[in-house]
């Protein structure tokens, strides 16, 4: 559809590129303004929406920011932590709304971005999902209302190809269930186990990471206690949630004050 808030899609050849694309294709009160992909890429040049299968949107794949972002309201960003580094200062100047689904950041990244968010509205999460970040609240309050003699693990399987571990989601969630606990989850968080490790350290939160196949993305948290487990689990069967969930908050975004916000946010969770 044409018209309404102007959207530019980072990643326009990738798979989430491709849903996001079709998505803004479909959706009313959004426009397709442009699509980004990186140097070099064998897609630059070519429609986005052809490549997509939206048929034709005369939006060739560019690897200039710039001129999109000049003439655009938000940007759509699945991408790597440089890539989302660099444009959410793009944003910054342009005073624009940025959507990042990126994963992976190092607080040096996260410090980046917050920086960027004095003069651009950032919505920033490792999961776009409504029913992850519903999950994320009742993790942290399981978290809250069971003390240290519930043991915390965090669950997570993603496809073959994923090149972070443990996923932005799985930390999500370990940071709910450490804000659960008033505890910091960098201090706590055990995320690899090899050999003789001894005993389990009390209250320490524990990773397990699994790849393989075509998984979309499947996280559960246990709360393990003596004689009694409690299971919270969010199984994603198609891609298309996190791409729904970026235009939710794009849209959201769009007029908001300069800041870093998170899906809680988005979704009146906080």
């Not at 989302?84 to 994963?103: D, E, K, N």
């Not at 776009?128 to 669950?155: K, T």
């Not at 804000?179 to 995320?191: E, F, K, P, Q």
């Amino acid at each position: 559809m044409s018209g309404g808030m102007k959207l530019v899609v980072v990643g326009a050849a990738g798979r989430m590129g491709q849903t996001l694309v079709r998505l803004i294709h479909e959706a009313d009160g959004v426009t397709l303004a442009g699509a980004l992909e990186r140097p070099g890429s064998p897609a630059l040049g070519r429609d986005a929406g052809e490549l997509a299968g939206a048929g034709s949107l005369d939006i060739p794949i560019t690897d200039d920011p710039l001129p999109l972002f000049a003439h655009a309201d938000g940007v759509l960003d699945f991408s790597s932590p440089a890539t989302s580094v660099v444009l959410a200062g793009y944003a910054a100047q342009a005073r624009i709304a940025h959507i990042i689904g990126t994963t992976g950041c190092s607080a040096e990244d996260d410090a980046k971005i917050a920086a960027a968010a004095r003069h651009a509205t950032i919505v920033k999460s490792g999961n776009m999902s409504l029913g992850v970040n519903l999950l994320a609240v009742l993790v942290e309050q399981a978290a809250r209302a069971l003390d240290d003699d519930f043991d915390i693990e965090v669950l997570e399987m993603h496809h073959r190809h994923k090149v972070d571990a443990p996923s932005g989601t799985a930390l999500l969630l370990g940071q709910a269930a450490a804000a659960g606990r008033n505890i910091t989850l960098d201090d706590r968080a055990v995320r690899v186990r090899d050999g003789h490790t001894g005993a389990r350290p009390a209250g320490a939160i524990g990773f397990a990471t699994l790849r393989g196949g075509s998984v979309v993305g499947d996280h559960s948290v246990m709360l393990a206690g003596s004689g009694e487990r409690i299971t919270l689990g969010h199984h994603a069967e198609d891609r298309g949630i996190f791409a729904r969930g970026a235009l939710k908050a794009a849209i959201w975004a769009h007029g908001q004050k300069p800041g870093l916000y998170s899906m809680r946010d988005v979704l009146g969770l906080t």
